[in-house]
């Protein structure tokens, strides 16, 4: 995918990017190449996959929730930076939290959000799993793309999940992930209120956004240590 064709695409997700918005993407593709050949941060390294399976894939976001009022977004084992620092450049007005364990990602992260002089984005060099208990029930929206499991991650995220907030999980096929997490997530007082399917453009890769609220504050036992939620379901 061309910069041409991604702003293109975008517009079909009513995201219309201003030139200071495209010239800030460009910048960040740019330092991802560069940081990319001292540190492992994506496999993705040509302009037209960063366009597509980075930047726009993380814009898919927008399908599942409206991003242009004031949130606070916690984006779970970003990487570099996916989706949590797009939705950053993009939509600006957000408060965003990003958290990754490795610490060669989250200095890559603290180096673009400087050069981009961005503001109200945290960058936060932890597991989620080791989270400081201050954050419960704190966010509107929390994200992750394609990490663990379903029934693990829900378990981990939604603790720190504001009620009636969006814990918003991006997929590629689910399988049987979904149904092997039903029981976590009603354990957990949360509800799919949407499953959203679709391809990306050009290459068809598939794609699944789940949309899920909590409708009451979740039990202070969750979440259980890491060695037990891994070794049994709720």
Do not use: W
């Not at 673009?112 to 929206?141: A, G, H, P, Q, W």
């Not at 009603?186 to 799919?192: A, E, Q």
């Amino acid at each position: 995918m061309t910069q041409e064709e991604f702003i293109t695409e975008l517009s079909k997700l009513n995201i219309n990017l201003t030139e200071s918005q495209i010239k800030s993407l460009e910048e960040y593709k740019t330092l991802l190449q560069e940081y990319n050949q001292k540190f492992n941060l994506t496999a993705l390294t040509k302009d037209e996959d960063i366009y597509l399976k980075h930047f726009y894939d993380s814009l898919t976001l927008t399908k599942a929730a409206d991003f242009t009022i004031p949130q606070k977004v916690l984006d779970i084992g970003t990487g570099a930076g996916f989706p949590g620092l797009v939705l950053k450049i993009v939509f600006p007005n957000l408060d965003i939290t990003l958290i990754d364990s490795n610490h060669k990602k989250i200095t890559f992260l603290e180096t673009v959000i400087n050069k981009l002089n961005l503001k109200n984005i945290t960058c936060l060099n932890t597991r989620i799993e080791d989270f400081n208990s201050s954050y419960r029930d704190s966010f509107d929206i929390i994200t992750s793309r394609a990490v663990a499991h379903l029934r693990i991650l829900s378990e981990l995220a939604i603790p720190y999940l504001k009620v009636n907030g969006l814990f918003i999980p991006m997929k590629g096929l689910l399988n049987n992930e979904l149904n092997e997490s039903l029981s976590t997530l009603k354990t957990l007082n949360s509800n799919i209120l949407e499953k959203l399917e679709f391809t990306l453009p050009k290459e068809n890769s598939e794609r699944t956004i789940l949309k899920i609220t909590k409708t009451t504050k979740t039990n202070p036992i969750y979440p259980r240590p890491y060695s037990k939620i891994i070794k049994k379901s709720l």
